[in-house]
């Protein structure tokens, strides 16, 4: 079994080359972050995600997870790296200071977060989903709640969850039926059914607090009528130290087709009474602040299709290294190769690497995005930073995971027969990618937010700004030899995204049903967006910037590759749409 080792060199690649790394310098609280700093984290987080995540993945997907009376048991090993991340502060890298995290740029944790995906995802979805909780309560919640919760959740003594899903409402929110009725002592009492909630009891902490969206006696129809509620599974005294039990309990557990080491829950609330609850925010805005944390989570489900897709390329370059079959091509006579020396392998090989390439560099450059957008000292600055976190999550949710299924498909393929069987981990890579394109709102939900909401919103300024950016580079990438096929493509597509803009800003009709198609083949086009910066380092041109990299040899058939190969998918993507219904 091939261990997962973090790919540093072209992490510190993205870090150096495509950050705007003045800007981060800018924001409070970033000034000493240092590449030198930045470089002891990935390295340390590298040991830790080699070292101790990754050989609990094969373990893990084959022990999965227990229930027995409610409580549920995860597998051998989980709770003793579980407490080592806590105790290494992994969890709070770049929690608020306020509450005990270290403050470090989203840039940088979202390398971190993608090492723990590629490791052992079923792993890294319980910090994933206490992060997401800790940003809601930290944004809305009030100082008592925050002085209560955070320390703990940001040390990783608790874990949060995010509680949204019901039999009748998954995709469509409005439909939430649990019922908070108040207890007239400022608190509230839950009753109601949550389905499908990744971790929603375990055996790593000692307390869990659900963040759950339920509807208020009397509260409007629809998503205008849902509130967002603090559950915790024990209560809590102001000082921190636990009460009884609440009442919320975990039913049963799901028997899936991946991920088998993460619980998925069925909690039931208030089979006593209710469940005791605190308010987080106003009643009736509990879908704008769930928003907080899926937003959050919806990002970090990018990071586990790049995580994924890092891991099954590493796993299909050993394979591939060391499979012996058949001579080399056009070699009559010669020695059985590695399979790795055939064209066609290489062609998947190197598919699976640019791919995961131009990924990571979009989900990190939009994690500048996301840094400035909470701490630029301008408005307009954070105004027009969040527009384009806005406008590229969804991107990065529904492309990065979409694409994560098919990248591990391709190593699969890579392994032949071997690919089809467990031992491998091949196919756990796959099974585990599975879901990355349904949870947190399917691709489908994504591409409506992308096309119905985020593009159209501001009339398609956001869009119009990083079309204009890829098209100065596109120039540049023309200019620069070897480079003109790549810039071709590039432009080509481009060409195809900006007319999605422009139809938006002159607010044309817009069919639902073609926006996946679209928002794909847009996608693929966006992710040369980050090299962007390729244009600004000191006055280098591009074929300067990318002279740097060609040092890597490997580096410079993936940035080579990406546009060439990749890239003209978006016409086929385009000219699909006729085929729908
Ligand atoms: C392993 C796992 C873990 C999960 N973890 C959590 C968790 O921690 N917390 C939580 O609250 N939930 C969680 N979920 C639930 C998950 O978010 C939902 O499954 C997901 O949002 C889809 O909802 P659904 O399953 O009801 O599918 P449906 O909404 O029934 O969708 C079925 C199909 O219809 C399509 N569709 C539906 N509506 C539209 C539309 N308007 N436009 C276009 N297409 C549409 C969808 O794209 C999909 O293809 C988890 C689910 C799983 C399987």
């Not at 000034?31 to 390295?43: F, H, I, R, S």
């Not at 022990?63 to 409580?71: D, S």
């Not at 909780?133 to 955070?150: C, M, N, P, S, V």
């Not at 002159?506 to 996608?523: L, P």
Request: glycine share 12%.
């Amino acid at each position: 079994m091939h261990e997962y080792q973090a790919p540093l060199t072209d992490m510190k690649f993205v870090l150096r080359e495509l950050v705007d790394l003045e800007l981060l310098a800018q924001l409070p609280g970033f000034g000493d972050m240092t590449l030198d700093v930045a470089d002891a984290v990935l390295d340390e987080a590298a040991k830790f995600a080699g070292g101790v995540l990754s050989p609990l993945n094969r373990s893990g997907d084959l022990e999965g997870v227990r229930w027995q009376e409610g409580e549920v048991l995860t597998a051998a090993g989980w709770k003793q790296a579980y407490t080592r991340f806590a105790a290494d502060g992994w969890g709070a890298l770049s929690c608020p200071a306020d509450f005990g995290g270290q403050n470090l740029p989203r840039a940088l944790s979202a390398l971190v977060e993608e090492m723990w995906n590629g490791a052992n995802m079923a792993f890294a979805l319980c910090p994933m989903l206490t992060r997401g909780a800790i940003d809601a309560i930290e944004l809305r919640g009030t100082e008592a709640q925050r002085d209560t919760y955070l320390p703990k959740m940001v040390s990783g003594e608790w874990t949060g969850t995010m509680n949204l899903t019901e039999p009748q409402a998954g995709s469509d929110l409005s439909a939430v039926r649990t019922r908070a009725v108040p207890d007239g002592d400022g608190r509230y009492r839950l009753t109601g059914q949550k389905i499908f909630i990744t971790y929603g009891e375990h055996d790593l902490t000692g307390n869990i607090i659900h963040m759950v969206l339920a509807r208020v006696a009397g509260a409007p129809e629809g998503v205008k009528g849902t509130s967002l509620f603090l559950v915790p599974k024990f209560l809590v005294n102001a000082d921190g130290s636990l009460r009884e039990r609440n009442d919320v309990h975990c039913v049963s557990i799901e028997h899936k087709l991946g991920i088998h080491a993460s619980p998925t829950c069925v909690l039931s609330y208030g089979q006593n009474g209710g469940a005791i609850a605190e308010l987080v925010g106003e009643e009736n805005r509990g879908l704008e602040y769930m928003f907080i944390m899926m937003n959050a989570a919806r990002y970090s489900v990018g990071l586990e299709g790049i995580g994924l897709s890092e891991r099954a390329y590493q796993t299909a370059l050993a394979y591939a290294r060391e499979r012996i079959q058949s001579t080399e091509a056009g070699v009559r006579g010669g020695p059985r190769v590695p399979i790795v020396r055939h064209p066609d392998v290489r062609r998947m090989l190197l598919l699976m690497k640019s791919q995961t390439e131009a990924m990571r560099a979009l989900s990190v450059v939009v994690a500048v995005s996301l840094d400035a957008a909470r701490l630029h000292p301008r408005a307009e600055e954070r105004e027009r930073h969040q527009a384009v976190a806005d406008l590229m999550i969804p991107v990065i949710k529904g492309w990065c995971t979409e694409n994560s299924v098919d990248i591990a498909s391709l190593g699969v393929q890579v392994h032949g027969g071997v690919g089809f069987v467990e031992e491998t981990g091949a196919a756990q890579f796959l099974r585990d990618a599975r879901i990355t394109p349904i949870y947190e709102g399917t691709t489908g939900i994504q591409a409506n937010d992308l096309i119905g909401r985020k593009l159209a919103r501001d009339g398609g300024r956001a869009a119009q700004l990083v079309i204009t950016q890829m098209r100065a580079l596109a120039g540049d990438l023309a200019a620069a030899p070897k480079l003109t096929e790549a810039a071709a493509a590039f432009s080509a597509a481009i060409d195809g995204s900006r007319g999605d803009g422009v139809r938006f800003g002159g607010n044309d009709q817009w069919s639902a049903g073609r926006s996946f198609e679209r928002s794909r083949g847009n996608a693929a086009s966006t992710a040369g967006w980050p090299f962007r910066r390729f244009r600004g380092n000191a006055g280098a041109s591009a074929s300067q910037a990318l002279q740097r990299s060609r040092g890597n040899a490997v580096h410079w058939s993936v940035i080579t590759t990406f546009p060439r190969k990749r890239v003209p998918r978006q016409g086929s993507f385009m000219s699909s749409n006729s085929g729908l219904p």
